[in-house]
């Protein structure tokens, strides 16, 4: 459970990871239009758009002020 510290900054950086994790794994699973077949060219394979290197996946993160 989220909720069972408390301390609210505990709090706070249980939700913003479990944010992270989420939308981490919405851009995995979204449904989004195909590459453009000149980007799978680039790319070298089928992979999904928002996905190839992982940047993006990486990047996402949150702060607690």
């Known amino acids: ?3 069972n ?3 609210p900054i ?3 950086h249980r939700i913003g990871k479990l944010l992270v994790k989420e939308v981490q794994q919405s851009i995995l699973d ?3 239009t195909p590459n453009n077949p000149a980007t799978l060219k680039k790319k070298g394979s089928n992979k999904k758009p928002l996905v190839d290197e ?3 996946l990486r990047s996402i993160d949150y702060e607690v002020r």
């Open 10 to 12: 505990a709090i706070l």
């Open 1 to 3: 459970e989220i909720f």
């Open 5 to 7: 510290s408390d301390e």
């Open 30 to 32: 979204g449904s989004y």
């Open 54 to 56: 992982q940047i993006l």
